[in-house]
């Protein structure tokens, strides 16, 4: 089985505005690495945000980061995520991705695919996934991706807000993340879910891991419209 670390949110390359930014960024970056390598797994990281400055501007700073702690010598890749293009994020595009492999090292580069955010920015992975992948593998090489995030999401397409939602009560929808799933190109790579804990009826402050359920939908291959409702009757009862 395949470890993947996810770094921390804190962490922002492409800021270019604050020195300071980007420096705690390439040493939580660098640090986050080396707790990795010994896990022999992934890190997986938004690429970064480039806060007004403009998508060429923060680029340039994402690959700055990057060089400074991808080494060749390093025993694990970084994947960076595909993102929804909320604010001045970077990666909503599939040519956004690939410009960050200009950097030195970039063979240490990979990418993580998260469905809610890959629709989000506009990409219609719910009627034209192969078409979508298609693309990919043009621009930066479908075998780059290294992880999936599994999300439905709260947002049309092209929303650009990255909310995510549990499996089939979103936007995208059972059938299009069951395909996505169970694609025959991607059987082997990793794939987590993020989905959203189901709030408690009886009491605000608690909530429930969704994870268990959405994973038994996927394997059947069937959606239950009950499972929000299933899940807090059958936490609330056992206790």
Request: proline share 6%; hydrophobic share 35%.
């Given at each position: 089985q395949e470890i993947i670390v996810h770094a921390p949110y804190i962490i922002n390359l492409g800021n270019a505005?604050?020195?300071?930014?980007?420096?705690l960024a390439v040493e939580f970056l660098a640090k986050e690495i080396d707790?990795?390598?010994?896990?022999?797994?992934y890190v997986d990281s938004a690429p970064g945000a480039h806060v007004g400055e403009g998508v060429s501007i923060g680029t340039e700073q994402i690959i700055k980061g990057l060089n400074e702690v991808l080494t060749?010598?390093?025993?694990?890749?970084?994947?960076?995520?595909?993102?929804?293009?909320?604010?001045?994020?970077?990666?909503?595009?599939?040519?956004?991705?690939a410009g960050f492999t200009t950097g030195k090292n970039s063979d240490k580069l990979r990418v993580c695919f998260d469905t809610c955010h890959t629709s989000d920015s506009g990409y219609d992975i719910i009627h034209h996934f192969d078409d979508v992948i298609e693309e990919f593998?043009?621009?930066?090489?479908?075998?780059?991706?290294?992880?999936?995030?599994i999300n439905d999401s709260k947002n049309v397409p092209g929303a650009a807000k990255d909310r995510h939602e549990?499996?089939?009560?979103?936007?995208?929808?059972?059938?299009?993340?069951?395909?996505?799933?169970?694609?025959?190109?991607?059987?082997?790579?990793?794939?987590?879910?993020?989905?959203?804990?189901?709030?408690?009826?009886?009491?605000?402050?608690?909530?429930?891991?969704?994870?268990?359920?959405?994973?038994?939908?996927?394997?059947?291959?069937?959606?239950?419209?009950?499972?929000?409702?299933?899940?807090?009757?059958?936490?609330?009862?056992?206790?």
């Open positions: 505005v604050k020195p300071e930014t980007i420096f707790r990795t390598v010994t896990a022999e797994a060749q010598d390093m025993d694990c890749c970084v994947a960076l995520e595909t993102m929804a293009g909320k604010g001045s994020e970077i990666g909503r595009t599939f040519e956004e991705l593998d043009r621009i930066i090489g479908k075998d780059q991706i290294a992880v999936f995030h549990n499996i089939g009560f979103g936007h995208i929808g059972f059938e299009a993340i069951n395909y996505i799933v169970h694609h025959a190109d991607f059987r082997d790579v990793p794939k987590i879910l993020e989905t959203p804990y189901i709030p408690s009826v009886e009491n605000p402050k608690k909530s429930y891991a969704p994870y268990k359920y959405e994973i038994e939908m996927l394997r059947a291959g069937k959606f239950d419209p009950d499972m929000k409702e299933r899940i807090v009757k059958e936490h609330e009862k056992s206790v």
